[in-house]
């Protein structure tokens, strides 16, 4: 059982929380992922490590409720406890020898972009940090990044908060100002991934992404994580989650991700009508 | 007197078209009388030929002997003198090309079913025994175990038994290997694996679940907290793809995270979370005993149809005649000398159907088997909703990429000293499928054993 030492909703559908678990947080490095389980009978979901404290032996996991596991998930307080947590797993991102990066984080991406813009800066890169989001009441992390960011650009899709505009608008915007970077790296949604790499391929501008699709064991033994990278099958949980964008098949990513969205949806209903009973 | 029909005692079994839509256990074992009966035809002749057919050398005709004496417990204690797992092997083992085939009954007639009454025997002291075993005194040593499939358990369970304390290392939040993920729970219950377990945790073995070693410990660190020895019993779960057009289809799974999905998370019960497609027709490419626990697996999700595929002919199938009978009965149908060429999908990314093209069988192959061959112009579609590739595994990399100077063959598999299983590293021993490739539950364990064995004499000094 992994305590849950600290909770914090970061806006109304996302959620930071801090777990004890010393062996995971020595080994952790920016880009990886651990697998959890709520309870005795629940599923595997991947999240990322959104940061990690060697000292105090702690790993930060910050996640969106989007259906029946984080919706459980959610209902955890300080104190209660995770059935299963383990990692860290798949590959660090590199970030050797990097000096100038566009680090682009959209929505809840933005909880795997920080760690490596935070990794990037404390090697003495110049981070210049592009965040999108809907709106400003679902922003996250703006401190955190400003603080690792030797730029900052805020962007939501209604104007609410800083920029209107999408991500690629900004970098864009950035790159036409003139600025050259080393390489661009881009989390978030698959469709804001795949725009990313179409402007920076015709500015030829290296990008790395990180892909997000159905895990289970999170290990390597079942491909149900598999993507197209440069017309080659790789498995994101050991392969990955970090590759090449210019080289991934995102048309398929989406669809792939889309093969359990009716079951999704009617598990979510379930685990939300169960909470209502509760409450009444 | 002894029992001299020529025939085994037939083990009770639910009806296929009942068991093909459940997931409860298929065979239902043997009534106390018919063990009685069947343990009579064992001659337990001076010579114990089938003691040498099994890999960990159970005194077969000793513990029989019990059983036709009705002391059900003695022939328990008999039988775990050499085996950890005996539930499981009484279940899953390929008794036809192990300790029966060697059986002197099977010359004349059919040989003692001696994994009926090893399966008996277990089960009977799982349910009338609540005893902890004794401990054994701790002699000091401390080994780790990397993976607690039945290699690691094995290799625990030995040292245990001699006084070590040993801790098993597993990735998955449950352990057992793939006798949980891999073996569906009609073949062998969960419950009772996880009885053997418990049974392996009295003795004093700690299991440590979510433990990937590789990334969250490297062998070598196992060795510097003061693990005297490691077994690496880490399995071959790397799932092959055959590389075709449309393998990325949503529909096509590994038998791997089909199995998974099903065994290990349960997917099949209605509450369950994890997910899984429920498709109407299936076809299974394979013909190993994996092929035929998914496509059973499939039927039992509600498929109207399910097909193996597979390249040459029914004589070549490496599935278990047993599992293949039972496969047939339960309405699958086997699409023999086929080969995939293409997965076809829609607009939506799903699966339709499958490209197939028959094959003949041509010359032998440097393995003796005779080469499947295509049959040019026989292409054809067979219209399914969901594909399953069961085509084997090969070694996870991680251990190999994360413990330097392990030596591997190209395949992945790791090299080891056939009468030890130590490992070209000074200390580290390996056993089971991370050094065969995919095989047999019961070679699994006779490995473990080995290497419990040699580091038993590392460590003190003593033969076994």
Redesign the interface.
Known sequence: MYLILKKEALNPTVTRMVIDAP??AK?AEPGQFIIL?VHE????IPLTIADFDREQGTVTIIFQIVG??TELLNHLEEGDSL???????GRPSETEGLKKVAVIGGGVGCAIAYPVAKKLHQQGAQVHAIVGFRNKDLVILEEEFRAVSDRFVPMSDDGSWGEKGLVTNALEQLIAAGEQYDEVIAIGPLVMMKFVTQLTRQHNIKTVVSMNPIM??G??????C???VGGK?KFAC?DGPDFDGFEVDFD?AM??N???RD??RH?YEKACNLFRKEVQ | MPNMSLKKNEMPSQAPEVRNKNFLEVALGYTQEQALDEAKRCLNCKNKPCVSGCPVNIHIPDFIQKVAQGDFEGAYQVITQSSSLPAVCGRVCPQESQCEQKCVRGIKGEPVAIGRLERFVADWHNAHTCEAPQRPAPNGHKVAVVGSGPAGLTCAGDLAKKGYEVTVFEALHTAGGVLVYGIPEFRLPKAIVQKEIDGLKALGVKVETNMVIGRVLSVDELLEQGFEAVFIGSGAGLPRFMNIPGENLKGVYSANEFLTRVNLMKAYLPGSDTPIQHARRVAVVGGGNVAMDAARCAKRLGAEEVFIVYRRSEKELPARAEEVEHAKEEGIVFHLLNNPTKILGDDQGNVTGMECVRMELGEPDASGRRRPVEVPGSEFVLEVDSVIMAIGTSPNPLIKSTTQGLETQKWGGIVVEEATGLTSRERVYAGGDAVTGAATVILAMGAGKTAAQAIHKALSGEES
């Open positions: 062996l995971i080994k389980r009978d629940g599923e595997r029946a596991t059935h299963d947590f383990v990692g860290p797993l289970i064991d290990t390597g033994m079942c491909g149900g598999r993507l197209s099958t050991v398929e669809e792939r889309a093969m359990y079951f999704e598990a």
